[in-house]
């Protein structure tokens, strides 16, 4: 592991703290594999931040732009770049995804809204079992069903956020907010009602399967997407904190 700061040192040593931890919490938890090297880049500034994304990553400056309210990029060939806005449970989130990609056999999931929901189920359940991310824990578990009931009557039906374009279309049209509440509490609900052994075979099924993803979400859980979108939407605020 190397550490590039730019900063406060004390700072940039508190996110390679989380960073260790997350991945440590995640070869326990989802997959015992070894990511090799990584190089952390860790920014005072998001526009520091944007700046580190294009000279260290050579993403061209439109897309490294997109980072500009991001606060942290999704590793690039282990490069991982994190500014001083980022929180924890967001190292935790985007460390997810790329374990996630190693269980399910390489390549990305058929499904954003399954890939999004489980980051955030992992990087929900990091903070709260690591005492000194507690804070950050306390502030989800409480915002979380708020954030339900204000959103649960324009949540997207699934098949609408499944593909990698419909995600962006919607991150980009003001729905960011809730569609990363509707994935977590569709993934927790599932959790819930089938069990996390379950679902993580299913989230390697979905992408080993030749068969459409309903037709796998049908034969193992015996319920379609759209199933499933109704009854979470059926839930209200105190089942949702329930699943937290
Ligand atoms: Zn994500």
Known sequence: MSIIFYGQETV????????????????KNLLDYDHGRYT???????????????????????????FINGACAAPINNKFHISHH???????????????????????????????GFAQYFDYNF?????????????MKQSIPRHFSLYKNNYIPLESISSGRQWVYEYDNGNRGLIY??????????????GLKKIKGLYQDIQLSKNPPDEVFKKEL???????????????????????
Do not use: P
């Not at 940039?12 to 070869?27: D, M, N, T």
């Open 12 to 27: 940039a040593k508190i996110y390679y703290e989380a960073f260790e931890k997350a991945v440590k919490y995640l070869r």
């Open 40 to 66: 952390l880049y860790i920014y005072d500034s998001n526009e520091n931040m944007v700046k580190g994304l294009t000279k260290f990553s050579n993403m061209n400056i439109e897309y490294a732009s997109f």
């Open 86 to 116: 980022s929180s924890f449970s967001t190292i935790a989130h985007e460390i997810t995804h790329e374990y996630l990609k190693m269980y399910m056999g390489g390549g990305s999931l058929k499904l954003s809204w399954m890939n999004e």
């Open 127 to 139: 903070c709260r079992d690591n005492n000194k991310y507690k804070n950050e824990y306390i502030s």
């Open 181 to 194: 509440n509707e994935t977590l509490i569709t993934v927790l609900y599932l959790i819930n009602k089938f």
């Open 222 to 244: 015996g319920l379609t997407m759209n199933d499933i979108y109704n009854q979470v939407k059926k839930l209200n605020e105190k089942d949702v904190t329930k699943l937290l």
